[in-house]
Nanobody
Framework: QVHLVESGGGMVHVEGSLRLSCAAS????????MGWFRQAPGKEREFVAS????????NYADSVKGRFTISRDNAKNTVYLQMDYLRSADTAIYYC????????????????????????WGQGTQVTVSS
């Protein structure tokens, strides 16, 4: 079982920055691919960014490319989402997700972008961008 706890959300003005963190309680964090997703009011949950278990491969939604950066520190069991040049449209609850990178599978070295491929989820942290 993997327990995920997000932090770092809050309220920020347009073009401001926030850094989200997600701490994982698992002894083999380096075996897990990690993702960030978000859900705005009245909308479905959507992919934001993902990073593979070693941190060598990342994926981003087109809407956040060039503005958000996902990273991880396997020694601290933590994944981060640096969000710069925030827009009102980025307002949402942000969720951290994890999935074990099974050997000899399509996700061995590539972190998924589909939310149904993730097994563990955090409670979410609210990000509000005001104009």
């Amino acid at each position: 079982q993997v327990h995920l706890v997000e932090s770092g959300g809050g309220m920020v003005h347009v073009e401001g920055s926030l850094r989200l963190s997600c701490a994982a309680s698992v002894s083999t964090f380096s075996n897990y691919n990690m993702g960030w997703f978000r859900q705005a009011p009245g909308k479905e949950r959507e992919f934001v960014a993902s990073i593979n278990k070693s941190g060598t491969g990342t994926n981003y939604a087109d809407s956040v490319k060039g503005r958000f950066t996902i990273s991880r520190d396997n020694a601290k069991n933590t994944v981060y989402l640096q969000m710069d040049y925030l827009r009102s449209a980025d307002t949402a609850i942000y969720y951290c997700a994890a999935v074990f990178a099974r050997p000899f599978s399509s996700t061995s070295y590539v972190a998924p972008v589909r939310d149904d491929l993730y097994d563990y989820w955090g409670q979410g942290t609210q990000v509000t961008v005001s104009s």
